[in-house]
């Protein structure tokens, strides 16, 4: 009944920006938390940030003071802010959401390939 889709992965030089977008649409009463994860081929599922429906918001060390999470309620959209990225932060990124309809379900968008390449 939701789908999460991500937007605004890319090819981007060290030290450049990128702006990660992720939508939820379908049926649902609210959203509660969502995050964004990571993974890079032949590693686990990274978890990055999450947000809650208030705006408190966790990171992980390795993108801390770098990446900024933030959520537009209106829209049902939370985004994923990027900056001085580097070779290592090349992955697939991830949007998830814990989504309330009647009882709490957890989704995951297909994924949005960002690569730092010089």
């Known amino acids: 009944q939701v789908q999460l889709v991500e937007s605004g992965g890319g090819l981007v030089q060290p030290g450049e920006s990128l702006r990660l977008s992720c939508a939820a649409s379908g049926r649902f009463n609210s959203i509660n938390a969502m995050g964004w994860y990571r993974q890079a081929p032949g590693k686990e599922r990274e978890l990055l940030a999450q947000i809650t429906s208030g705006g408190s918001t966790n990171y992980a060390d390795s993108v801390k003071g770098r990446f900024t999470i933030s959520r537009d309620n209106a829209k049902n959209t939370v985004y994923l802010q990027m900056n001085s990225l580097k070779p290592e932060d090349t992955a697939v990124y991830y949007c998830?959401?814990?989504?309330?309809?009647?009882?709490?379900?957890?989704?995951w968008g297909q994924g949005t390939q960002v690569t730092v390449s010089s």
């Open positions: 998830n959401a814990d989504v309330r309809y009647y009882r709490q379900y957890n989704y």
